[in-house]
């Protein structure tokens, strides 16, 4: 801002305005003088008038340039807010109006000068605004209203063209539907409003040529349509597309490029079908797998649910899944009543064949389906070429394929709708393919028309076409040879396979066979077939259930059988039931071997029923007469049967003795043999007369038959002495400690070895009583010291370590203590505690040779005498380390102490391991030394026979003849061989022979002179398997102490002399008194 004082001068100081009258003349002012200021004040003012104007013009260009800066900003800021208002309002003009009102109104309120020019602007904007809006609305409407009528129009197309491809437009009497007539009609119309609209340009003409094209359109969707349909409902896809694409090119009018176009969606939407087809008639076939899969757990499926699922899969044509789960439901209904009765399993097995074969006993089953065209037209034309039955050929086709051209039999690999075989095939099908309708057809009329020629030429008649079938299923002289021999069973003619595959049973005749299949095809007129025939027979399932169910029935007549002989070979009678079964059974065995074995056991049983009643020694005395005879070749194999049952009749008679000696005298009252009163418990005294009495009788029972067992008490007994047991468990520990103060060690270990009695005392330690535990322990403690070796095998691994550490701390705990101690080692929530010692016992062992295994065993010797040498062989040797670090880890879980985890661990291991001198010294699995006895006091006599077993092998490979007739190089080898060095091999078989408590034997293999070890031959050429022979080594040692008291006994040995010590020239006898 100017300050216009300043501008004028005004404001500077003047020297004449200060000057004052002088004081020496005080008086005396000049005039000049004294108007001089004043004059110079109007000056003054006369400058700032000027500078206030200047000032003045300066300030408007300011204000007008202010002005003229915020209105152009105010003119932006409107522009903007219009723009963006016009945007909100779009398609919207009235309720742009009202906000521009009131905008205007509003606009300028904080400026007053410029506000009317504001308004002025604002009100003037915004009006070409809403012109602008209420064009562009205007236009809005034309194009939407446009959009609708296309949209409108594509969409009833759209619908009209959904409706014929699915068939839906027209009702069953074929007039159009409701709503496609309507569609139609909104069609016209919408057409109609297109071509009075201007703004479309749309004629009549155009219109016109729209209806055309678009019909045709129709019709060529309800073509594809139609094509789906037919293949969603027959699955051929071959057919659906032939006969979707003649109806296409019968279309009149329609241009190429549109019949490519259908042509393509026809196949595409085939395409798509199939793919949907086979992915739904997947999952149909997982849901039947899943529902075959109940059935043979046994669970309960609703048939509702099955008959869903079969009904799918015959709708998709999968007809041998939907008969693999017809026939599963039907064995899971017939299995239970199988299973139950031998009458049950015979209905089954037969329900299940009838099944197959189709219900009627041989009635032709109702009229199948149409063939399709293309077999309809093959078979005519085949029929009429070579003067045949079409009908025949119809049935044969319907049985063999049920008319599918592409079916295929896993089985035989037969394909095509007359299942030819390969070989067949190639002799008569021209290079042409199977599944070809035409070349199939015509091959099935040639072959019939050989086959009928051959049967012709062979049975000297006229065949029927059922004859004709059989022969095209079997063969030409497969069905021959069933029509000439009808006694013969079918299976031994044509072969097991080739009967139970086409609904035969396997001791079905040939007649019965062949006249099964006549009826079927001969049964009834035109092409009516059994239903099942074709597939059910076909199926893998059917003959896997067929299978089972025939298991049932022969494992049924085995297991009666089994009954029924165990009656006959100890001495009774089965029951009648038992006899009705197996005859049930009998007509429908299909293992040969046991319909043989039963037909002969029975023949023999009949025989051998008249000896049941006679006494052992009778028996005994016509077994050794029927010997006799065999031995000089007068019986036959019946007769020997008979000599083994009698034998099992003497047994029967002897088992007695075996198992409960002191009765015998109520199974074989003839000998006399007192039988002892019941058991008497009452007190010691009485214990101790009744066990007296028991030993005296089985001693006259033993007397009589050494072979009988030392079993003093018989089950009663045993059951009584368990009873008294569990009333008083306080008093346990002294009944046993009387019982076996009386028994003799092989009375004693029958006796603790007794079932009952071991399950029992195994109870009371694991009841957690202490009164019970602490008896049960007292007696196990003993029982262990008196057969530490029988022990395990008797009681178990588990009590042997219980009893380990009842022994180990019994010595520092209070009776409550241990057995408070003993019942939580049987605790399972101590079970981790153990895998962590486990755990901690296998990393004290991973660093242990197998030398030191050998010496923790201890066989290491003394300062290395008569140390035992480890297995030779690294296999071996392995497994025997790692037999001990197994036992040594679960007994150091059992015990937490490495110390007697290695002595648990050293006796478990050393009663299955140990040295064997047969086996050079070596350590090595069930050695034969542990349980062959010794005799003589040792067991070189296993070593002498295995050193002669050895020597005829060799000699055996080398061949004796060319040995003696050439000594040098063969000579030198055989010696080589026997002086080598050999070992005994413990495998399976040896293991085996162990648990059973035969006699094992070994594998023997020898060191060749490449340091390699190689298994020995037998005289068979199979490996040489060593079995040592006590009774042989008794005989020989029995022989040589008879021949030494032989000479003892002679005048010879009273003559050898022997000279006196210290004295000259006596002598004394060396045999006989001195």
């Not at 200047?54 to 409107?78: K, R, V």
């Not at 939407?269 to 087809?277: F, M, T, Y």
């Not at 009774?572 to 002969?600: C, F, G, H, N």
């Not at 080398?958 to 050999?982: C, F, S």
């Amino acid at each position: 801002m100017v300050d216009a004082f300043e501008a004028s001068g005004a404001g500077r100081v003047r020297q004449q305005l200060t000057d004052v009258p002088s004081t020496r003349d005080p008086h005396v002012v000049p005039v000049d003088r004294l108007t001089r200021p004043y004059t110079a004040i109007a000056e003054a003012v006369g400058h700032v008038g000027k500078a206030l104007h200047q000032a003045a013009d300066d300030l408007a260009a300011y204000n007008a340039m202010a002005h003229q800066t915020a209105f152009a900003e105010a003119q932006f800021q409107i522009d903007k807010d219009i723009a963006e208002a016009r945007a909100q309002y779009q398609h919207r003009p009235a309720e742009f109006e009202a906000w521009a009102k009131e905008y205007a109104r509003t606009v300028g309120r904080d400026s007053p000068i410029l506000r009317d020019k504001l308004r002025t602007y604002a009100t003037r904007v915004a009006g070409n605004a809403f012109s602008n809006l209420v064009n562009d609305k205007r236009r809005y409407d034309e194009q939407t209203a446009l959009a609708t009528l296309k949209a409108r129009r594509e969409d009833v197309e759209s619908r009209l063209e959904d409706m014929v491809f699915r068939g839906a437009d027209k009702n069953p009497d074929g007039t159009p539907t409701q709503e496609y007539a309507q569609l139609l009609t909104d069609a016209d119309d919408i057409r109609r409003q297109m071509v009075g609209n201007p703004n479309l340009a749309y004629s009549e003409e155009m219109a016109q040529l729209d209806t055309e094209r678009f019909d045709r359109r129709l019709t060529a969707m309800a073509i594809v349509g139609a094509a789906r349909r037919d293949y969603e409902r027959d699955g051929n896809f071959s057919r659906a597309q032939k006969a979707a694409e003649d109806a296409l090119n019968s279309v009149a009018g329609l241009p190429p490029e549109d019949r490519i176009q259908y042509l393509g969606l026809i196949k595409r939407n085939l395409e798509g079908a199939n793919a949907v087809r086979s992915a739904l008639t997947q999952e149909t076939k997982e849901r039947a797998l899943t529902l075959r899969q109940l059935y043979r757990s046994g669970q309960k499926v609703p048939d509702a649910e099955t008959d869903a699922v079969i009904e799918e899969l015959r709708r998709y044509g999968a007809h041998s899944a939907a008969d693999d789960l017809e026939m599963e439901r039907e064995a899971a209904r017939l299995e239970p009543a199988a299973r139950a009765s031998a009458r049950g399993a015979i209905e089954a097995l037969g329900g299940l064949q009838n099944r197959a074969l189709g219900a009627g006993g041989g009635q032709a089953a109702p009229t199948p389906r149409q063939p399709p065209p293309e077999i309809a037209a093959a078979v005519n034309m085949a029929a009429e070429k070579y003067g045949l039955s079409s009908s025949l050929l119809f049935r044969i086709a319907w049985i063999e394929s049920r008319f599918d051209p592409n079916a295929i039999n896993p089985n035989s690999r037969a394909a095509g709708p007359f299942q030819f075989i390969p070989s067949t095939w190639r002799q008569y099908g021209g290079g042409a393919s199977p599944h070809d309708p035409v070349a199939s057809a015509d091959a099935a009329a040639r072959l019939l028309l050989d086959n009928k020629r051959y049967l012709e030429r062979t049975l000297g008649r006229p065949v029927t076409d059922g004859e004709l079938y059989l022969a095209h299923q079997q063969g030409a002289a497969g069905a021959a040879r069933l029509l000439s021999n009808p006694n013969a069973r079918a299976a031994d003619i044509v072969g097991m396979s080739a009967v139970t595959m086409n609904g035969g049973t396997p001791d079905m005749t040939a007649g019965q066979f062949a006249q099964l299949w006549i009826r079927k095809v001969e049964g009834a007129d035109s092409a009516t077939v059994p239903v099942a025939a074709g597939t059910w027979q076909q199926s893998p399932v059917y003959h896997e259930l067929l299978g089972r169910f025939q298991t049932i029935v022969n494992d049924g007549a085995r297991q009666t059988w089994a009954g029924i002989k165990g009656a006959f070979d100890n001495g009774y009678q089965p029951t009648e039931q038992e006899m009705e079964d197996l005859l049930t059974y009998l007509p429908k065995v299909s293992d040969a071997k046991l319909r043989k074995e039963i037909l002969d056991g029975l023949a023999v049983a009949e025989a051998a029923g008249k000896t049941a009643g006679l006494p052992v020694q009778r028996l005994r005395e016509l077994v050794a007469q029927a010997e006799a005879a065999a031995a000089r070749g007068e019986v036959d194999p019946l007769a020997r049967q008979l000599i083994e049952v009698w034998n099992r009749q003497a047994e029967a008679r002897t088992r007695a003795l075996r198992e409960e000696p002191t009765l015998y005298g109520k199974v074989d009252p003839e000998t006399g043999i007192p039988v002892p009163k019941p058991l008497d418990l009452s007190s010691v005294e009485a214990l101790r007369a009744s066990i007296e009495e028991r030993q005296r009788t089985l001693e006259i029972v033993k007397q009589a038959n050494p072979d009988a067992s030392d079993a003093v008490f018989s089950k009663t007994d045993i059951g009584n002495i368990v009873t008294a047991i569990k009333a008083a468990p306080e008093n346990a520990q002294p009944l046993l400690g009387q019982i076996t103060a009386m028994l003799t060690p092989d009375q004693l270990g029958l006796f603790m070895a007794n079932e009952e009695i071991v399950n029992t005392i195994t109870g009371m330690a694991r009841s957690g009583d202490p009164q019970k535990m602490g008896a049960a322990y007292s007696i196990l403690d003993a029982e262990y010291r008196r057969d530490p070796q029988a022990f395990e095998r008797v009681y178990g691994r588990d009590i042997e370590t219980n009893l380990r550490l009842w022994q180990d701390r019994r010595q520092y705990m209070t009776p409550d203590q241990l057995m408070a101690e003993m019942k939580r080692a049987d605790d399972p929530s101590v079970r981790e505690a153990r895998r962590r010692l486990r755990q901690e016992a296998e990393e004290l062992a991973k660093d242990w040779t197998v030398e030191d295994v050998r010496n923790k065993l201890g066989h290491g010797g003394f300062l290395g005498f008569g140390q035992a040498g480890v297995p030779s062989d690294a296999g071996m040797a392995a497994t025997l380390r790692q037999e001990f670090v197994r036992e040594f880890a679960i007994a150091y879980a059992e015990t937490g102490n490495e110390a007697s985890a290695t002595k648990l661990a050293a006796d478990r291991v050393n009663r299955v391991w140990g040295p064997s001198a047969a086996n050079g010294g070596e350590i090595m699995r069930n050695p034969p030394e542990k349980f062959y006895p010794t005799i003589g006091g040792s067991h070189d006599w296993i070593t002498d026979q295995l050193d002669e077993d050895v020597r005829r092998a060799i000699e055996t490979q080398l061949d004796v003849q060319t040995v003696e007739q050439r000594p040098g190089e063969m000579r030198q080898r055989a010696d080589r061989m026997i002086a080598a060095e050999r070992r005994l091999v413990a495998d399976r078989q040896t293991d085996a022979e162990w648990s059973r408590g035969e006699p094992p034997s070994y594998r023997v293999v020898i060191k060749t002179d490449d340091g390699r070890f190689v298994a020995l031959e037998d005289a068979d050429g199979r490996p040489l398997r060593f079995r040592a022979d006590a009774e042989a080594a008794l005989a020989e040692h029995r022989r040589r102490a008879g021949v030494i008291r032989s000479f003892l006994e002679s005048p010879a040995a009273r003559n050898v002399r022997l000279p006196m010590p210290g004295s000259f020239g006596l002598s004394m006898p060396a045999f006989g008194d001195r």
